[in-house]
């Protein structure tokens, strides 16, 4: 802020005037005037502002943008009647971020789910529809991700919307993105589009790779993993093409374990599969939960599949479980984590 024009004009200019003058959102420039004691009382502009985005923006963002407190938001919106039940971003749960995101795709904007998806959505869209709080949860919930944190909120709400249909990379990349992208990662996700969206078979992949065919720009650019994404990494399509079949012979085939095969893990440690972990639970149709989900095998130094990882749980605690908070896991006694996520499940039902 140029506070010494600030100081010399305030009591002359009009407040949009100096927020001109300086070349700064008069929004910004009320809350500084507000935070070093050139007034207390609320502005006729921002009262505009909180009126235009009361339907659009959490509380809580609205009172930050602002510089008030809680409670003199509070009289505020109570003395001009605009107390409408509105909530914090925080207070909503995934399902409920997930069912919003899957209206605005299928019934306001009526989107195909397909592949053309991740290049029409946008953040725009959420926000012309009012639904910012569902954005700003997905860009919270992304930056503790270890996968999705290089990319974007809408990456991340379209992908976990609909599990296995999208790769987050699909869509347009953030400032990030290109962080993600090493060597090891770019060939995992190739094979797992070759295999996943164009149909070819890992074992046939020296016989189509020598085509002129294999691999065509657009078929790279519609996945996100064109040429912007692999030039720091290869110094042409040849050479990304001859990484790949390498790959392919050394790289083991990532399989997740059956549940056959879970529950003989958690048998040969002497937890019993046949019942729920929960205490008291008499439900009788039991899964095998991953305390660390098994998308994240890629980006941990231990087996997902490993004893220590896994809980047997009914379908209705399974799906309590993935609402569980596992960060913070002590690290260096992993044996004891299927019982502090039993007491954090008992204390969250």
């Known amino acids: 802020m140029n506070e010494p024009f ?41 009262m505009q502002y909180i009126v235009k985005q009361i339907e659009k923006m959490p509380i809580d963002e609205i009172q930050e943008s602002l510089g008030l407190s809680a409670t003199q938001f509070y009289q505020i919106r109570q003395r001009f009647n605009l107390l409408k039940k509105q909530r914090y971003t925080n207070e909503y749960t995934e399902e409920e971020v997930l069912n919003k995101s899957r209206w605005l795709i299928e019934e306001k904007m009526a989107l195909n789910i397909d592949d053309l998806l991740p290049k029409t959505i946008r953040a725009e869209h959420f926000n012309k529809n009012e639904l910012y709080p569902i954005l700003k949860y997905g860009e919270l919930k992304k930056k503790t991700d270890p996968y999705f944190k290089y990319f974007s909120a809408v990456a991340f709400l379209v992908c976990k919307a609909y599990p296995n249909e999208f790769k987050p990379y699909q869509f347009p990349h953030s400032n990030v993105t290109k962080q993600y992208f090493t060597k090891k990662n770019y060939l995992r996700e190739l094979r797992w589009i070759i295999e996943n969206k164009l149909g ?20 790279l650019d519609l996945y996100g993993l064109g ?33 056959k095969e879970l529950r003989a ?3 040969n440690v002497g937890i019993k599969t046949e019942k729920c972990y929960i205490d008291g639970c008499t439900e009788k149709n039991i899964e095998i939960h991953h305390i660390i989900p098994k998308r994240y095998r890629n980006f941990v130094s ?30 260096q006694n992993r044996e004891i984590w299927r019982e502090l996520v039993k007491k954090r499940m008992e204390a969250f039902l």
């Open 227 to 259: 040429y912007h994404t692999y030039k720091h990494i290869f110094k042409e399509k040849k050479a990304l093409i001859k990484e790949l079949v390498r790959s392919c012979k050394v790289m083991p085939r990532e399989k997740n374990a059956t549940t």
């Open 200 to 219: 070819l078979e890992e074992e046939f992949l020296i016989n189509t790779s020598m085509m002129n065919s294999f691999l065509t720009k657009k078929e």
């Open 265 to 267: 893990t958690l048998f």
């Open 6 to 46: 600030i100081q010399e004009n305030f009591n002359r200019l009009p407040i949009q005037m100096l927020a001109k003058k300086i070349n700064v959102d008069v929004i910004e420039l009320c809350k500084w005037l507000r935070r070093k004691g050139y007034f207390e009382e609320l502005q006729p502009i921002e």
């Open 302 to 331: 231990f087996n997902v599949d490993d004893a220590f990882n896994l809980m047997p749980l009914c379908e209705n605690h399974h799906i309590s479980a993935a609402r569980i908070n596992v960060e913070n896991l002590p690290n």
